[in-house]
């Protein structure tokens, strides 16, 4: 069992750079799956990126593709999201996930545990 925990948001203007940071509790961290999910007010929740336990596959949306990156501690059980280039549709609260079964990583439904989500604010 692992207990997600997001921290790092903000607000930032266009074009600015954040990181999130996902720290979880547990023995079992370096066994799932991670994702960044996110939802801005009025709209569905949405997969932003992800990573595999060993870190060695990774999907992006295409809307943060060449600007956002995933990557994966293990041994300081984290997980890590760069995102360059801000823009103000990325506005919304980032939920970190893990995941058991890599098998539909994109479907938020299939995620095990979630933290409470941190909010990024871009402002044009």
């Known amino acids: 069992q692992v207990q997600p925990v997001e921290s790092g948001g903000g607000l930032v203007q266009a074009g600015g750079s954040l990181r999130l940071s996902c720290a979880a509790s547990g023995r079992t961290f370096s066994i799932y799956g991670l994702g960044w999910f996110r939802q801005a007010p009025g709209k569905e929740r949405e997969a932003v990126a992800g990573?595999?336990?060993?870190?060695?596959?990774?999907y992006y949306a295409d809307s943060v593709k060449g600007r956002f990156t995933i990557s994966r501690d293990n041994a300081k059980n984290t997980v890590y999201l760069q995102m360059n280039s801000l823009k103000p549709e990325d506005t919304a609260v980032y939920y970190c996930?893990?995941?058991?079964?890599?098998?539909?990583?994109?479907?938020?439904?299939?995620?095990?545990?979630w933290g409470q989500g941190t909010q990024v604010t871009v402002s044009s």
């Open positions: 996930a893990a995941v058991q079964s890599w098998s539909a990583p994109k479907k938020s439904t299939r995620y095990d545990y």
């Open positions: 990573i595999n336990w060993s870190g060695t596959i990774t």
